[in-house]
Each structure stands twice: as C-alpha cells, then as structure tokens.
C-alpha cells in the first residue's frame, strides 16, 4: 500500500534553515508529481510546492518563494523540502502529497501524517 513518511521537523530559529524529507513506498515513486503542503493551527492547509515526476516543472507559494527548495531524489524514492531564512509564520505541520499524475496540477491522491516545524527563538 502506498506510505508517506515524513521527517526531519522540529524547532529552528527565525532566520534558520530546515531540511524535512519525505520517503514514499509503495509505488513507483518516479511516475508520479509530489507536492508539499502545510497547516497551521487554526488555518486552512496552504500548498507549498509541487515536483513533476523527473523534476522539470517545480511551482512554489508566493510566501516561500526563494527562500524554500522542493527537490527529489527518484533512487531513494524520497522527495524533499529544504527551508531557509525561516520566519515565525512558517510554523506549522507540513504534509507530503502524492498526486494522482506525473505533473503537478494533477489531483492529490495520498498525504502522510506531517512532520511539525516551529520556529520561535
């Protein structure tokens, strides 16, 4: 059955980066986009990034724009999210998707349990 395992979550300063990863199994990791997204407590789940299948069409949240990284590694069936100059706002549970498709405006088909990053002095 398909699993979504993220990790790599926890407490980093304001200003600090953060690299959380997603190891899927299950499938064939390389025929599918992936994307991150994140919920806030309170908030509604915001889409952070998207990954094609091979990586070529990457598309970020204006909020994350140039200060956070979507990447895949197709061998280690893992895809990750490397996060800099974090600010407070970007506290939350952060949730990988696969979708239902190789590109990144196919429908979500699977999420895993989330990873929490706080950032907080």
């Known amino acids: 059955q398909v699993q979504l395992v993220e990790s790599g979550g926890g407490l980093v300063q304001p200003g600090g980066s953060l690299r959380i990863s997603c190891k899927a199994s299950?499938?064939?990791?390389?025929?599918?986009?992936m994307s991150w997204y994140r919920q806030a407590p309170g908030k509604e789940r915001e889409k952070v990034a998207s990954?094609?299948?091979?990586?070529?069409?990457?598309e970020y949240a204006d909020s994350v724009k140039g200060r956070f990284t979507i990447s895949r590694d197709n061998l280690r069936n893992t895809v990750y999210l490397q996060m800099n100059t974090l600010k407070p706002e970007d506290t939350a549970v952060y949730l990988c998707?696969?979708?239902?498709?190789?590109?990144?405006?196919?429908?979500?088909?699977?999420w895993g349990e989330g990873t929490l990053v706080t950032v907080s002095s």
């Open positions: 299950g499938f064939t990791f390389s025929l599918y986009a």
């Open positions: 990954i094609s299948k091979f990586g070529s069409t990457i």
């Open positions: 998707s696969r979708l239902a498709g190789p590109v990144i405006n196919s429908a979500n088909a699977y």
